[in-house]
């Protein structure tokens, strides 16, 4: 069945795979963005994003649209950029949510975060049945845009990532990706806290799962790779791709908490010590079916960058 698809926010790093997936699935897609892509596949048609921190008039963009895939969105997650991040993060899709409403869109997917979920005491299986407690100003504002959604009206499907890695992926992951091409010895040999990652791959699979599966209807998701993996293994497997030992120093966890604690950077020692891996078992059983395991995503991503290959998020 081919249906007619706008991603929002098809410049960034989701969306470059997604909107390519979706045409050769058959789909015909009109793609998003503030800057205009080099070259499209056929089936796709480009169009200009507004700027989101001002109030935007949808109608336009959702002419003749079935389904809404909503990647775009501020990325930035610390509190100084609150006032932005609330308008583009939930505003923003509030007024999206009530123009699907309106226009009668098939179902609007909103990419949400697994980070709502981050500020739990919980260490290990989050699941969709545990209350959301978000930590920061980012998944404050994904959260109340979540609530925006389910009231508008329109069909929805919302997705709740974990951490999305893959060949060009930028932020955090890209940082993990540029030591692990480092010539040096990392101190991470002793850190055992398991995290939940997703394979670019699977999470465009599992968007296509819900493009018009009745079983995903009105209905949230986290979503990651089946198994999680230690710190450790993280950095073992991005080297192992890069055709080198891990060369991982067993210094004490314990040491870096302190630190990062002193100079006020709890944050990353949240995202780097602690463990928080989520259960992805309901929309494993409505139908999604990850297309590869972490180890061999996390292998395949070091082998993207081996020497004279570009950096990840560069």
Known sequence: MTLRVLVTGASGFIGDALVPALAKAGHLVRAASRRRAKSLPERVEWVRLPDLQDPVDWSSLLADVDVVVHLAGRAHRNDVDGGAIDSINRAAVAGLAAACHRHGVKRLIFVSSAGVHAGSALKAGVS???????????????????????????????????????????????????????????????????????????????????????????????????????????????RRGLGRRPCLVPIPPVLFERLFRVIGRSDIWSRIGQEFHVDSTKLQKAGWRPLISTEIGLRAVGASQRVGGPVAGS
């Open 128 to 238: 969709e049945c545990q209350a959301p407690n978000p930590a920061t100003a980012y998944d404050r504002a994904k959260l109340a845009a979540e609530c925006a959604v389910r009231e508008s009206g329109a069909p929805y499907t919302i997705l709740r990532p974990v951490v999305v890695y893959g060949a060009g992926a930028r932020a955090n992951f890209a940082l993990a990706v540029r030591l692990a091409r480092s010539p040096l010895p990392l101190p991470f040999g002793s850190f055992e806290a398991r995290r939940s990652l997703l394979a670019i791959e699977n999470l465009i699979s599992a968007i296509i799962v819900c493009l018009d599966s009745h079983a995903t209807l009105n209905e949230t998701f986290l979503v990651a790779d089946p198994e999680a993996i230690s710190v450790f293994a993280i950095f073992a497997q991005l």
